[in-house]
C-alpha cells in the first residue's frame, strides 16, 4: 500500500511540476518571412553626409526592400515604420516574436574620406554565413562598387536573433559619387532590388 502511495506521488509530481514537465516547442519560421530592420533612428542618426542622414536613408531602404519583396510574395515585417529609436533588444525581440526566417537589418557604412566606397556584411552566428554572403555579393555586384566580404561582428540583433541574420553595410553613405547617385539618380532603388534578389537567390539555394 505504501509503495502504491508513492509511486503516486512521484507521477503526481512529475506532471504537476512544471520544472519536470516538456518545454513547449517553438513554432516553425513562416515560410519565405523576412524581418527587415532600418537600422539607427530617433535620437541615433548614423553616419551623415550634408543633409543626408543614414537613419532616413536607412529607412528608404527598407520601406522599398519591403514592397519588392512583398510584390512577389513574401510575408515582411519591420522593425521600425518611422523615425523612432530602437535598442538592440528591441530589434531582436520584435524580429523573434515573428518567427521570420530570416532577419536584414540596413545599415550604410561613414569614412573620413569622401573616397572611400565599398559593400559588406556582416555576421555573427554559424548559420548567418550563407545569408550574409548572398548579400553582400549581389549588392557590389548589383552597384558596381567593390566587395569587402562579410566580417564577424559582435552585435546583440545578430547574436540574439533566432534566425540567419545579417547587417548589409550596402555603401559609403559619405562617398561623394553615392551622394550624388542618392540625390540624382535611383541609387536607394537600385540597392533595395539587389537586396530582393539576394533573399530570393537565398531562399532558392
Given at each position: 500500500m505504501r509503495l502504491r502511495l508513492f509511486l503516486a506521488l512521484i507521477l503526481l509530481t512529475f506532471f504537476v511540476n512544471p520544472v519536470f514537465a516538456a518545454k513547449p516547442t517553438p513554432p516553425p519560421p513562416i515560410p519565405y518571412s523576412v524581418c527587415v530592420d532600418a537600422g539607427h533612428g530617433g535620437n541615433d542618426i548614423g553616419t551623415e553626409n550634408q543633409e543626408l542622414t543614414e537613419k532616413e536613408i536607412n529607412l528608404q531602404v527598407a520601406q522599398l526592400l519591403k514592397e519588392k519583396l512583398e510584390t512577389v510574395g513574401y510575408t515582411v515585417f519591420m522593425t521600425r515604420t518611422d523615425d523612432s529609436t530602437l535598442s538592440n533588444a528591441d530589434r531582436y525581440n520584435f524580429c523573434n516574436a515573428q518567427t521570420a526566417a530570416i532577419l536584414i537589418s540596413i545599415h550604410h557604412n561613414g569614412s573620413s574620406s569622401s573616397a572611400v566606397d565599398y559593400?559588406?556584411?556582416l555576421y555573427m552566428k554559424k548559420s548567418d554565413v550563407a545569408l550574409a554572403q548572398e548579400v553582400v555579393n549581389t549588392v557590389s555586384t548589383s552597384l558596381g562598387i567593390p566587395s569587402q566580404g562579410?566580417?564577424?561582428?559582435?552585435s546583440g540583433v545578430l547574436l540574439k536573433a533566432k534566425m540567419p541574420a545579417t547587417i548589409s553595410e550596402g555603401f559609403f553613405l559619405t562617398n561623394s559619387t553615392e551622394y550624388s547617385l542618392i540625390k540624382n539618380n535611383n541609387r536607394l532603388?537600385?540597392?533595395a532590388e539587389a537586396l530582393s534578389a539576394a533573399v530570393q537567390n537565398y531562399f532558392d539555394n
Open positions: 559593400s559588406q556584411a562579410i566580417s564577424r561582428f559582435a532603388e537600385q540597392e
